[in-house]
């Protein structure tokens, strides 16, 4: 069965960084696109950031954009965010999340994570 497990999540200070991993299995992993959402408690899911299928493409929300990096591997079958200097507004539960297209509405999103606390505090 599909399984996305990520990992790397933790309690660090603003302007700290962090890397997430998520690992996928029970499915075709280079064939999809991959993309990392957050929510913070009492909001909806906020897109992150999205990484092609072969790499080639990224995306990033205006939010990140300059501090995380998302990448994959594809023959670990698993995406990556790197976090750097962190505010305390990054503050949330992360998922990573497949599409077999570029995700442009929720309905996109095809199997989603179970996720990853990120913490950013003094």
């Keep these: 069965q599909v399984r996305l497990q990520e990992s790397g999540g933790g309690l660090?200070?603003?302007?700290?960084?962090l890397r997430l991993s998520c690992a996928a299995s029970g499915f075709t992993f280079s064939s999809y696109y991959m993309s990392w959402l957050r929510q913070i408690p009492g909001q909806g899911l906020e897109w992150v950031s999205t990484i092609s299928s072969d790499g080639s493409n990224r995306d990033y929300g205006d939010p990140v954009k300059g501090r995380f990096t998302i990448s994959r591997d594809n023959t670990k079958n698993t995406v990556y965010l790197q976090m750097n200097s962190l505010k305390s507004e990054d503050t949330a539960l992360y998922y990573c999340a497949t599409s077999m297209v570029y995700p442009l509405d929720s309905s996109d999103y095809v199997h989603l994570g179970q996720g990853t606390q990120v913490t950013v505090s003094p």
Excluded: I, K, W
């Design 12 to 17: 660090v200070q603003p302007g700290g960084s």
